[in-house]
């Protein structure tokens, strides 16, 4: 076992103490399957890069079962490189070590930043070598969704025209993640339409944070609106509309500033399938769809603007001073982009700044290649803040709860990496994950932990892990 997340198991109804062992251990390497579980490997189809396979499903991974927490919702448990499942295809249904360490990081971080994500209980080594280009260390990781039913999977069905079992996936879905739609006169159009509000405020998240997921093929969509299937993800460092990481994303399909689109586009997928169900009627099934779907931009920029000027500690304002702030947000990014300034560091240090001038606007201004057009911009931030009637204070207090401090940054989770398939060394990994526990506080000694990478730290290429 290297690692065992006590909180969650506890958040979950489990018994930490019982599966902080050997026996822990073995459940967790999918050696020993726990009384009450009833383990199955699902199937789902998806279009990858825009392209679609009719067929992928768990290859990899296994839900061990279900269990409901203690906030009352259902969660599905599952391993995620136990071996070879009827969906495996070519493939060998193991996981390196690496990758299954960067989901665990990532994805706690996430949730610490507020995102919804899936979560990760445990990760173990299983002893045997997998074989990538190289021999790697194998490992495997438990992790928790409230669902693990994707756009993906809704498609496997559609596409044969199962309409019986799209909408036997939909009753279940609603069941499980959206219980208020239950007995609506039109549940299945209720449910596109809270799948595609999930979606936009997540994706709205991301993008505050400078999170590239990387490869949000329809496979990888969760139904839940939750962050799933952690990859070639990354967070930026440098601000940059087109940044793209993923090393197999030739065309920047999954680029930054591409995902809103992307999610609509998977959306899109998702509308098909349901249409099959919403109306007897076909034209008014399409119609109904597409009304759905055309509320996703437009919910997402509220999402986003929203997000953007909490980040800024811009208050609510309606009309002429709204369309300003959009305004002032913009020339912000535009000049991140410019000057290529670290975009988790530029708003931390915002968040310091008080309403007038002052020696630690250099903290933020030295972000940027040059300080002068940064100066200008702050002079028109403090112009807006101006007629705000919210107390300075608290303004910093609310702008430091959303903007982080420590962001699981590429080239610390490879240095976690390296050690610990190289060497064994899992002290870094858990370091690191310690400082990211608390992102948003300044931790006294950790000072490493917000530094951008150096020149010859830089990760310019991620990889799936597959
Ligand atoms: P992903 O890129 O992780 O979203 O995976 C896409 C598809 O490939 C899923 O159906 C996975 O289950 C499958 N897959 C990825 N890696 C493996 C592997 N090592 N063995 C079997 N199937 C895999
Ligand atoms: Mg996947």
């Known amino acids: ?112 930043l507020g995102v919804p994500t899936t979560r990760a209980l445990a990760v173990v080594t299983t002893g045997d070598s997998v074989f990538r ?70 994706i709205a998240q991301w993008m505050q944070l400078g999170f590239i997921h990387g490869v949000m093929n329809t496979d990888n969509m969760s139904v839940a609106g939750e962050t799933i299937d952690y990859g070639p993800c990354a967070f930026m460092d440098q601000f940059n509309f087109q940044q ?52 996703f931009i437009p919910r997402y920029e509220v999402a986003w603007l929203q997000g953007m000027r909490a980040k800024c500690g811009l208050g609510e304002t309606p009309g002429q001073a709204g369309e300003d702030h959009k305004k002032l947000i913009g020339d912000l990014l535009d000049l991140m982009a410019n000057s290529r300034a670290d975009y988790t560091l530029s708003f931390f240090h915002l968040s310091s700044l008080g309403s007038r001038e002052g020696p630690e606007d250099e903290a933020f201004t030295g972000q940027f290649g040059t300080p002068g057009p940064a100066g200008e911009w702050l002079a028109r931030w403090r112009d807006s803040l101006r ?19 420590y962001i699981p940054r590429t080239h610390l989770i490879e240095a976690a990496i390296r050690a610990a398939e190289d060497a064994g060394d899992f002290s870094e990994f858990h370091a690191f994950h310690a400082v990211l526990r608390n992102p948003h506080e300044r931790q006294p000694g950790k000072e490493r932990y917000q ?16």
């Open 244 to 295: 793209v990481f993923s090393s197999i994303d030739h065309q920047g399909r999954y680029a930054y500033c591409n995902q809103p689109y992307i999610a609509l586009w998977n959306l899109t997928r998702l509308a098909e399938c349901l249409a099959l169900i919403l109306d007897d009627d076909r034209e008014k099934a399409v119609e109904q769809a597409t009304e759905a779907l055309e509320k």
């Open 387 to 405: 007629g705000q009637s919210l107390d300075d204070r608290e303004r910093r207090d609310r702008m430091r709860r959303v903007n982080p401090l």
């Open 133 to 202: 280009e190289r021999a790697l260390p194998g490992g495997i990781i438990t992790r928790v969704a409230r669902s693990f039913v994707r756009v993906g999977t809704f498609e496997f069905y559609a596409r044969r025209g199962n309409i019986e079992a799209v909408s036997a996936l939909a009753d279940h879905v609603i069941r499980r993640n959206y219980p208020d739609l239950d007995g609506m006169e039109r549940p299945y159009l209720a449910l596109l339409e809270k799948v595609i509000g999930r979606q936009a405020s997540l």
């Open 451 to 466: 530094m951008p990478p150096a020149p010859e730290e830089v990760v310019l290429e991620t990889f799936c892990g597959t």
């Open 1 to 112: 076992m290297v690692c065992f997340n006590r909180d969650l198991a506890r958040d979950l109804g489990l018994d930490a103490d019982m599966l902080d062992s050997e026996y822990g251990a073995a459940v967790f390497a999918g050696n020993e399957i726990p009384e009450g579980a009833d383990p199955l490997a699902m199937v789902y189809s998806g279009h990858q890069f825009g392209m679609f396979n009719p067929q992928l499903g768990d290859g990899r991974a296994l839900l061990l079962g279900e269990v409901v927490g203690r906030d009352g919702l259902g969660y599905g448990i599952q391993l995620k490189g136990s071996g070879r499942t009827v969906f495996s295809r070519n493939g060998d249904g193991r996981a390196p070590l690496g990758p299954v360490l960067r989901e665990y990081l990532v994805s706690e971080a996430m949730h610490r």
